[in-house]
């Protein structure tokens, strides 16, 4: 016997028996626009019912014997069938398989396509995720006295580059220079700046920042050209101290700088994370209260009577 013989009576038997409803599809699609196919299938409608002794024998599944007599039935009345009977039934049901294929073929690349989306979607970090620094530098500038390029300076005429340093030479209460370029805050950034500061007094104050511009075109934006959102760090007379988004304290150290000092200070964002180093020593490493949006903008202000004492040197940043 030809296995497609085996195939259509099997696909006759499920459909007869109702344990496949895409069988029983394929048969009444196959009689449904041909006299003599659809009288043949009425005939095998009242074999099955025959042999069940009833019209209403599908409302419960057949047995495994009258499944057996069915299917002998089948066999014998097969020979009698229409002699396009076995193309038109097995085309159909064929034609059912390609379409149940094609939308599991199509179901496999939608499921691909989500889960390629979701792993390269960007998701929010959680608060002890870390940012690794890759150690390249982005930008430096000597700050000696060469050409300055990429800053943006609130006062242009306070800030004058000699071979001492970058100060501000300004009569204002306050000035602030910052980097125009904002950098992504999905990646981590160091900034490297050295500091010579005079004796302060308690009015003048230096501060070294990365500003979260938080998509506006500066990142500073009170008369006092303070950065309403950053990682700050402040020297005054009394000491450091270290400010997060929304000037949460997160660090302060008493220093005395009567006599004036050099420092050498490195801030670094690392997403949730911060760490902030002062002349090769940790002031500060952990959580930032709040994820910075972006663009970072590094940059310095000065404060008060002696801000123009303050020199500025070997500014670097790294990605």
């Avoid at 580059?161 to 000035?175: F, I, M, P, V």
Wanted: charged content about 25%; hydrophobic content about 40%; overall charge neutral.
């Amino acid at each position: 016997m030809r296995n497609d013989d085996l195939t259509l009576q099997e696909l006759i038997v499920r459909a007869l028996t109702g344990r496949d409803n895409e069988a029983r599809r394929s048969l009444d699609n196959a009689a449904a626009s041909d006299p003599e196919l659809r009288r043949f299938c009425s005939e095998l409608e009242e074999v099955v019912s025959a042999l069940a002794g009833s019209t209403d024998w599908r409302t419960a599944a057949p047995s495994p014997e009258l499944t057996a007599k069915i299917r002998q039935a089948v066999v014998a009345k097969l020979p009698s069938a229409p002699p396009h009977f076995r193309t038109v039934l097995l085309e159909a049901d064929l034609g059912h398989r390609r379409a149940t294929l094609r939308l599991a073929l199509w179901a496999l690349l939608l499921a691909a396509a989500v889960t390629a989306l979701l792993y390269v979607w960007p998701r929010p970090r959680g608060e002890g995720e870390r940012l690794k620094l890759t150690g390249k530098s982005v930008f430096e500038a000597p700050l000696k006295g060469e050409p300055l390029k990429g800053w943006e300076f609130v006062r242009q005429a306070a800030w004058q580059n000699e071979a001492q340093g970058l100060h501000s030479g300004g009569t204002e209460d306050s000035d602030a220079v910052y980097l125009k370029e904002g950098f992504s805050a999905e990646q981590a950034l160091a900034c490297n700046v050295d500091v010579s500061t005079p004796g302060l007094d308690e009015q003048s104050s230096v501060t070294v920042f990365l500003a979260d511009a938080q998509g506006a075109e500066r990142p500073l934006s009170d008369a006092w050209l303070r950065p309403s959102v950053a990682l700050e760090l402040e020297i005054t007379a009394d000491g450091l101290v270290l400010y997060g988004p929304g000037k949460t304290l997160l660090q302060s150290q008493p220093l005395a700088f009567a006599g004036g000092t050099f420092l050498r200070l490195r801030l670094e964002h690392l997403g949730r994370q911060a760490r902030v180093v002062v002349n090769g020593k940790v002031l500060f490493e952990g959580p930032l209260p709040r994820p910075f949006q972006g663009p970072l903008h590094p940059g310095m202000r000065v404060a008060g009577q002696r801000k123009n004492q303050v020199l500025f040197n070997a500014l670097r940043i790294e990605r």
